[in-house]
Each structure stands twice: as C-alpha cells, then as structure tokens.
C-alpha cells in the first residue's frame, strides 16, 4: 500500500497565522535547512518546493529517509519534545519555508486546536508510514519496492489530475530530484537491486527512463505493482 508523506490540513486562519508568526525564506537545491543533531529552535512550514529528510548512519554515510513536499509542516517533534533533530532537512529544488521559532510555535499551539488536531493527525500519519515501511522492507520485493517509490514522488496534482481524467493508464513525466543512490536509500536497497527493479518496471511496460527522467506509462499498473507484496 503507497503512503503519500504526510501533509498538513490547516485551515487558512491557522495557515496565516503560522506565516505571521516567522519568516519566510527561499533555499536553493542543496542547502540545508537544518543538521541532524543541532538544537531545535525552530518548525519550517514548507510553501513550496521539495525537501529530503536525511539521517547520517553509524559509518558516515548520509541516508534519504523521506521526502515533503509543499504543505508539510516539519521539525515540529524535535520542538515539542525538547530534543535535538533526530535528522538534517535539505531542499532538493528551489523550495519557499516559513520559519517559525520554538517560543511562537509553542505559543500558537496553546491557543489553536485547529493546529492541535492537525498535529495529532499528523504524527499518526508518520507513525503509519513508518509501521508500513518497516513491514515493506521485510516482506516486499526489490520491484515493488522502487514501483512505490516512484508513486511517492508523483506529485499530489498529477494524482488528481490523471484521476479526473478517469485514465488509468495516464502518462507521467518525472524529473527526478535524487539520484539512484538516494532511490535506493529510500527504498531500503542497494544502487544495484534499484538499476535491476527499473529495468524489470521498463520490461513490464510500467515506465521509461532517460537521464534523471523516469516517464510512468501506466500509473495504475504502477501503482498495482506496488500492492503486490500484501498478497504474498
């Protein structure tokens, strides 16, 4: 089952609100929001954009461990609980954030149940993702694992979009924010189990791929290929 990362779904007082209580600022790819292990001073309300969730593993390595995209409210467990980041949040593409400090997110919090229910709802959505991940990486295939992964980079207008039309088949051009690499960080695999799944998703007619381009042929199908594993 395809999770989509979770997002935000304030209401337009409380969305206003957050953006008069910080600054808005505009990063380009590869800047970092904030660092794995730093104090957390401050929630980042994506506006625009895509931006990586990253942990750095016991030998060094850095690890994409999710993506959120435009809606996301993030960092917001790091300043509840009064710990540092638990990750580094890093732009993939020209990304647009309100920064809204400890002290007036906090503040917000206590007079807004709009906010507070957004974050429950959040945090269960989170902790969803994370159950089926961790159940996805022991049971499913390397193909439908990377075919999952591609789904979550769809962006949520071209779902509605492609639903609309009623087209199951519906064509989608990705221009791809990471690498293989990271793809495979993501998916649990290794660059070589994730070049074997693309060719097997090429062969089945699901998707082409080109330099940093994968083009869904069948989102449907794709999407199938990404349920395959819970009938297993």
């Known amino acids: ?47 625009s954009g895509l931006v990586k969730v990253a942990k750095v593993a016991p030998d060094g390595r850095s690890s994409l461990v999710s993506l959120r995209r435009a809606g996301a409210l993030v ?25 809204i400090s400890a002290a ?33 990486h022991a049971t499913a295939s390397a193909r439908s694992r990377v075919a999952s992964r591609i789904v979550d980079l769809v962006p949520d207008e071209e779902l509605r979009s492609v639903a609309s039309r009623g087209n199951t088949n519906g064509q ?3 221009r791809l924010p990471i690498s293989q ?18 060719k097997e998703l090429r062969d089945a007619g699901l998707i082409e791929t080109a330099r940093k381009t994968i083009i869904i ?12 594993w819970l009938g297993d």
């Open 75 to 99: 960092g917001e467990q790091a300043v509840l609980d009064g710990h540092p980041r638990s990750a580094s949040l890093i732009a993939l593409a020209e990304t647009t954030a309100v920064a």
């Open 217 to 228: 042929r069948d989102l449907a199908g794709l999407q199938a290929m990404d349920l395959d």
């Open 181 to 198: 690499s990271e793809l495979g960080e993501w998916a649990g695999l290794s660059r070589e189990s994730v070049v074997k799944a693309l």
């Open 104 to 136: 007036a997110f906090t503040e917000l919090l206590s007079t807004s149940p709009d906010l507070s229910l957004m974050l429950l709802r959040q945090f269960s959505a989170r902790l969803r993702e994370s159950s089926h991940r961790i159940l996805e």
């Open 1 to 47: 089952m395809n999770l989509r990362p979770a997002t935000t779904d304030l209401s337009t007082n409380t969305r206003n609100a957050l953006r008069a209580s910080g600054f808005e600022q505009t990063y380009s790819a590869g800047d970092v929001l904030f660092h794995e292990g730093a104090p957390s001073t401050s929630v980042f309300l994506i506006e």
């Open 172 to 174: 989608v051009t990705l």
